[in-house]
Structure formats: C-alpha cells, structure tokens
C-alpha cells in the first residue's frame, strides 16, 4: 500500500501516515486526535477501536505492527513566538520553533539555524551579543512562516472532509496525478 514512499490515509481529525525507510521496513503514525496526556494502556487496542470501519488494509497497518507502540503527543510552540534578546544566550532548532511534523521542515530548520548561527559569529568575531541578535533577526521570520505552513497543513490534513483539503492543494500545485484503480 505505501510502495517505495509515502502513504496518507487521512479523515476526520485522525489519519495514518507511513513512509518507506531506507532499510526497506515501513515506518507508519497514527495520528488521533487526543485529551492532553492521553495514555493508554493498549495502544494498539485503542487506536484499533479508534480506526474501526477503516479499510481492513489500513488497519493492519496497526494490527500487524512490529515493535512496541508508543503513544505521543504532539506539541508544538505558537507560530511567530520569540522572545527578547537575552544576554549569552539563544535558541536554535526545535528548542526555538517546535512545529507540528507536517511542513516536513523542522530537521531542516534546525540546520539552518546552525548554519546561520555559525555565519553570524564569525561574521561578529569580536562581538558575539551583535551575531546572537543578527541571527534572531533571521530565525524569527523565518520560523514563524515554517511554523505557520505546518500549522495550515495540519490543520487541511485533519479537517472535516479529509482528505479532500489535501487532495485539492496536491492538484492546485500540480503534485497529483491520479491512476484509474
Ligand atoms: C513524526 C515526525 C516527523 C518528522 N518529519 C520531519 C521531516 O520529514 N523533515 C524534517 O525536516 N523534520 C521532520 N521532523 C522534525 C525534526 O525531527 C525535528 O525538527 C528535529 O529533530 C529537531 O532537531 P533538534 O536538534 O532541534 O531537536 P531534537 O532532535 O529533539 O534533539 C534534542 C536532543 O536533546 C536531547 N536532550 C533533551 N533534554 C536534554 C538534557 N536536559 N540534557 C541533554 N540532552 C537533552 C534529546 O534527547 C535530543 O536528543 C519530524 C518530527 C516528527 C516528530
């Protein structure tokens, strides 16, 4: 079902999501939506109830997974938080933009804010405060415009008539072609 790369079965404020790694095994999430400190004894049993009546296919996916399950949540810092400049210290990666998964950007942020911190000290060799601040002045519109792409995307992914939000910006950007089953 997920081929050589990447399977999205989304609806209503719960989805599954699975990607080909390079060894070949299949990673998959089974996102719910969830009260704050969901913990449940038998995830598997609970997300198996949660996804009844999707394709016995999908559900498998669930059923048939190896390794143990691991219930978490996903937290994410508002889009466009900063906060002011603070003598001898900043803040880079997750710790400064903490987004949901699905601008898949995050990782990808987090190097850029090392390369940009690195550039900006060395291009204040004698005035660290002066490369922090320079940095800052990069990182904060560049995290709140990621961070506010995962927060439209999760919120398309997830919406009432999932996966059509997903489905029309996929065929708007040209991304999709479809195949007759
Ligand atoms: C499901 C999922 C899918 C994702 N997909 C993508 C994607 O496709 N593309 C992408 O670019 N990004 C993706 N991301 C985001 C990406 O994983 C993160 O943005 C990235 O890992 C952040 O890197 P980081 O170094 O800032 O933080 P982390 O990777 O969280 O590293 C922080 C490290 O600090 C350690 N630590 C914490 N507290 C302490 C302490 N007190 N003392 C010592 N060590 C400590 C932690 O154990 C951890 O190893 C995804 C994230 C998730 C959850």
């Given at each position: 079902?997920?081929?050589?790369?990447?399977?999205?079965?989304?609806?209503?404020?719960?989805?599954?999501?699975?990607?080909?790694?390079?060894?070949?095994?299949?990673?998959?999430?089974?996102?719910?939506?969830?009260?704050?400190?969901?913990?449940?004894?038998?995830?598997?049993?609970?997300?198996?109830?949660?996804?009844?009546?999707?394709?016995?296919?999908?559900?498998?996916?669930?059923?048939?997974?190896?390794?143990?399950?691991?219930?978490?949540?996903?937290?994410?810092?508002?889009?466009?938080?900063?906060?002011?400049?603070?003598?001898?210290?900043?803040?880079?990666?997750?710790?400064?933009?903490?987004?949901?998964?699905?601008?898949?950007?995050?990782?990808?942020?987090?190097?850029?804010?090392?390369?940009?911190l690195a550039a900006a000290l060395v291009g204040h060799p004698t005035d660290p405060e002066a490369a922090l601040g320079a940095y800052e002045e990069l990182l904060f519109p560049r995290a709140a415009a990621t961070a506010a792409e995962a927060a439209a995307m999760f919120a398309v992914c997830f919406r009432?008539?999932?996966?059509?939000?997903?489905?029309?910006?996929?065929?708007?950007?040209?991304?999709?072609?479809?195949?007759?089953?």
């Open positions: 079902m997920a081929g050589p790369g990447l399977l999205l079965a989304l609806g209503e404020r719960r989805g599954l999501i699975g990607h080909r790694d390079a060894d070949g095994s299949l990673q998959v999430h089974a996102v719910l939506a969830a009260p704050d400190g969901w913990a449940p004894g038998d995830v598997r049993a609970e997300l198996l109830a949660a996804f009844a009546g999707w394709h016995d296919g999908l559900r498998s996916l669930i059923a048939e997974a190896g390794g143990p399950l691991v219930a978490r949540g996903i937290h994410t810092l508002p889009a466009g938080h900063r906060w002011p400049r603070t003598p001898g210290v900043t803040l880079l990666g997750d710790a400064a933009h903490l987004m949901a998964p699905f601008a898949c950007d995050g990782a990808n942020q987090a190097m850029l804010d090392g390369a940009e009432a008539d999932a996966p059509r939000g997903l489905v029309d910006l996929l065929t708007a950007s040209g991304q999709l072609v479809t195949v007759d089953a």
